[in-house]
């Protein structure tokens, strides 16, 4: 129906930058919102960053003056630029899409595998 596929995870020291991107690809009538959630070890997931089809952005407290959302609508592609990594960002990052279902004719959220982000020196 509706996949979701992320990349660009791995290992980077701290203060280190790290380029996530997640390839929506399926039965797509159109994306509302996309966005990156993750979750650390032991605790809840939650939201980094989202924009909308208009491109407003809003972001976590945590994220925010450090990472970048930023999307490409002809791929159905959203990014998620991290610069100065913490430790504290180490988590498995999701993405996530507001989709309206081409078949189905409704709008749902989908999720991707995750990729995993540590960061450590």
């Known amino acids: 129906q509706v996949q979701l596929v992320e990349s660009g995870g791995g290992l980077v020291q701290p203060g280190g930058s790290l380029r996530l991107s997640c390839a929506a690809s399926g039965s797509i009538f159109s994306i509302y919102a996309m966005g990156w959630y993750r979750q650390a070890p032991g605790k809840q997931r939650e939201l980094v960053a989202t924009i909308t089809s208009g491109g407003s952005t809003n972001y976590a407290n945590s994220a925010q003056g450090r990472f970048t959302i930023s999307r490409d609508n002809v791929a159905n592609t959203v990014y998620l630029q991290m610069n100065s990594l913490k430790p504290e960002d180490t988590a498995v990052y999701y993405c996530?899409?507001?989709?309206?279902?081409?078949?189905?004719?409704?709008?749902?959220?989908?999720w991707g595998q995750g990729t995993q982000v540590t960061v450590s020196s």
């Open positions: 996530n899409a507001l989709v309206r279902v081409r078949v189905v004719g409704d709008t749902r959220n989908y």
